[in-house]
């Protein structure tokens, strides 16, 4: 289940099994559903209906969304050599099949031998109704994504020899340009909303610019970062102006590697701190790996990792040995 | 972008650490439009004075290598790759030259007679 055209296949299986189930879920009980059907309910009351086909077009339109949005990640993701990927995608697409076929198991035993809409009561099984079929297809989706990833790419990590009165250092900047523009925008739209809060428009609460404005300065800290190693060990800058700063000492290291990773495999983008590592990922791929005496490993994605990954080694033995370990 | 300065180097820090910057600019490292890290952080990396730092900065200013800009720090100039390594090369023919008795005139001097 790796390639491109495997999952195109699936997405057109995974299509024409979700229309064969809405209509023909349908069709078995149309004769036994009043026209409108009860389509919304507050508490155990219906309040809403249409008529059964608007309802088989709702249906169909949320598998179509569904099918839209795998058929854009299949066309945009050029490497599924990647369980985490894999997992990602299918337990999304299957969750999602398994949940609209739930609404409309659900939608459908609510209005089964009822007359008019009006007495179409619902019922708590509703919910084991839509959450089980949901979490079944998530399942599915996660264990057909197969369980071994392709070997990665190992670089070579070239040898830095520093001798005692050296002096070395290497630096580097990694920044999302779009992601920046993006909440650039959003910061924009923290100050429109809080110029209509402040104006005393009742529709924007003071809590949306609020909210506003900890994400774009979330954001904007977290699409650059310029990072440097040498002396004083790892010294990571966040956001546009430098602040804050992350520094982790040479005497807390043990080594630096070189992997190839994805930011999915390792919690997403941005800073995730998960039971695998602290991550910083602005982008998938070459990542920096210090491993760390007694606490977590640190992933961060940089350009030429090979040549700080040396470099930290260089310096770390350089510090063991200065210090009579 | 590493940097690395020798021990046994007999040339000035600030020299040193404008010949890393030369070279690694020359070897495609850095690219033009990129930004420096803080002159500050790579002073504290290399452990030297960041005055040493600043001056090697302005050293490749000078040479139109980098570009100095408020509120976007320092970038590397727009076709700073090829200028880097002829810099280069003319610094190093210029230690050569002194290391056999030719003076900076006579060196110049020996250029524009160059057919």
Same mark, same amino acid.
């Given at each position: 289940?790796?390639?491109?055209? #495997?999952l195109?296949?699936?997405?057109?299986?995974?299509?024409?099994?979700?229309?064969? +189930?809405?209509?023909?879920?349908w069709?078995?009980?149309?004769?036994?559903?009043?026209?409108?059907? +009860?389509?919304?309910?507050?508490?155990?009351?219906?309040?809403?209906?249409l008529?059964?086909?608007?309802?088989?077009?709702?249906?169909?339109?949320?598998?179509?969304?569904?099918?839209?949005?795998?058929?854009? $990640?299949?066309?945009?993701?050029?490497?599924? &050599?990647?369980?985490? =990927?894999?997992?990602?995608?299918?337990?999304?697409?299957?969750?999602? &099949?398994?949940?609209?076929?739930?609404?409309?198991?659900?939608?459908?035993?609510?209005? !089964?031998?009822?007359?008019?809409?009006?007495?179409?009561? =619902?019922?708590? !099984?509703?919910?084991?109704?839509? !959450?089980?079929?949901?979490?079944? &297809?998530?399942?599915?989706?996660?264990? !057909?994504?197969?369980n071994?990833?392709?070997?990665?790419?190992?670089?070579?990590?070239?040898?830095?020899?520093?001798?005692?009165?050296?002096? +070395?250092?290497?630096a580097?900047?990694?920044?999302?340009?779009?992601?920046?523009?993006?909440?650039?925008?959003?910061?924009?739209?923290?100050v429109?909303?809080?110029?209509?809060?402040?104006?005393?428009f009742?529709?924007?609460?003071?809590?949306?610019?609020?909210?506003?404005?900890?994400?774009?300065?979330?954001?904007? =800290?977290?699409?650059?970062?310029?990072?440097?190693?040498?002396?004083? &060990?790892v010294?990571?800058?966040?956001?546009?102006?430098?602040?804050?700063?992350?520094?982790?000492?040479?005497?807390?290291?043990?080594?630096?590697?070189?992997?190839?990773?994805? $930011?999915?495999?390792?919690?997403?983008?941005?800073?995730?701190? =998960?039971?695998?590592?602290?991550?910083?990922?602005?982008?998938?791929?070459?990542?920096?790996?210090?491993?760390? #005496?007694?606490?977590?490993?640190?992933?961060i994605?940089?350009?030429?990792?090979a040549?700080?990954?040396?470099?930290?080694?260089?310096?770390?033995?350089?510090?063991?040995? $200065?210090?009579?370990? | 972008?590493?940097?690395?300065?020798?021990?046994?180097?007999?040339?000035?820090?600030?020299?040193?650490?404008?010949?890393g910057?030369?070279?690694?600019?020359?070897?495609?490292?850095v690219?033009?439009?990129?930004?420096?890290?803080? @002159?500050?952080?790579?002073?504290?990396?290399?452990?030297?004075?960041?005055?040493?730092?600043?001056?090697?900065?302005?050293?490749?200013r000078?040479?139109?290598?980098?570009?100095?800009?408020?509120?976007?720090?320092?970038?590397?100039?727009?076709? @700073?790759?090829?200028? @880097?390594?002829?810099?280069?090369?003319?610094?190093?023919?210029? @230690?050569?030259?002194?290391?056999?008795?030719?003076?900076?005139?006579?060196?110049?001097?020996?250029?524009?007679?160059?057919?």
């Amino acid at each position: 289940m790796t390639s491109r055209r #495997h999952l195109s296949t699936l997405v057109l299986i995974w299509s024409l099994v979700g229309i064969a +189930a809405i209509v023909g879920g349908w069709l078995a009980v149309a004769g036994r559903l009043p026209d409108p059907i +009860a389509v919304h309910w507050s508490g155990m009351e219906p309040d809403g209906s249409l008529s059964q086909i608007g309802w088989l077009a709702v249906m169909l339109g949320m598998l179509a969304l569904g099918g839209l949005i795998a058929g854009i $990640a299949v066309a945009s993701t050029p490497d599924w &050599g990647y369980r985490a =990927t894999r997992r990602g995608f299918l337990a999304g697409i299957l969750a999602w &099949g398994g949940f609209t076929l739930g609404v409309h198991a659900s939608v459908l035993l609510a209005n !089964l031998d009822n007359f008019y809409w009006q007495d179409a009561r =619902t019922s708590l !099984l509703a919910i084991p109704l839509v !959450l089980i079929p949901s979490a079944i &297809g998530f399942l599915a989706g996660w264990f !057909l994504a197969g369980n071994s990833d392709q070997p990665r790419k190992s670089t070579p990590i070239p040898s830095v020899t520093l001798d005692s009165g050296d002096r +070395a250092a290497w630096a580097t900047r990694v920044s999302v340009k779009w992601a920046r523009y993006a909440f650039i925008a959003v910061a924009v739209l923290t100050v429109v909303t809080a110029a209509l809060a402040g104006a005393g428009f009742a529709q924007v609460p003071w809590v949306t610019p609020i909210a506003l404005a900890i994400v774009s300065a979330a954001g904007v =800290t977290l699409t650059s970062i310029s990072i440097s190693i040498g002396a004083r &060990g790892v010294m990571v800058r966040f956001g546009v102006i430098g602040w804050p700063v992350w520094r982790i000492k040479l005497s807390d290291i043990d080594s630096a590697s070189v992997e190839d990773r994805q $930011a999915l495999e390792v919690g997403g983008w941005g800073l995730r701190i =998960t039971p695998y590592g602290t991550a910083l990922m602005l982008r998938s791929g070459e990542c920096l790996v210090i491993k760390r #005496h007694r606490k977590k490993n640190v992933f961060i994605s940089v350009d030429d990792a090979a040549s700080a990954a040396a470099l930290l080694n260089a310096l770390v033995e350089r510090d063991a040995v $200065a210090a009579g370990n | 972008m590493l940097l690395q300065l020798n021990a046994s180097d007999p040339r000035p820090l600030h020299d040193q650490v404008a010949g890393g910057l030369r070279r690694a600019i020359a070897e495609g490292r850095v690219r033009p439009g990129d930004r420096l890290p803080p @002159a500050k952080d790579l002073a504290e990396q290399l452990d030297v004075n960041p005055n040493t730092v600043l001056r090697a900065l302005r050293e490749l200013r000078d040479e139109a290598l980098l570009e100095f800009r408020r509120g976007r720090g320092i970038t590397i100039a727009e076709a @700073a790759e090829g200028r @880097a390594i002829v810099t280069q090369a003319a610094a190093d023919l210029e @230690a050569l030259a002194g290391k056999y008795g030719y003076s900076r005139a006579e060196l110049i001097s020996m250029i524009e007679r160059l057919p």
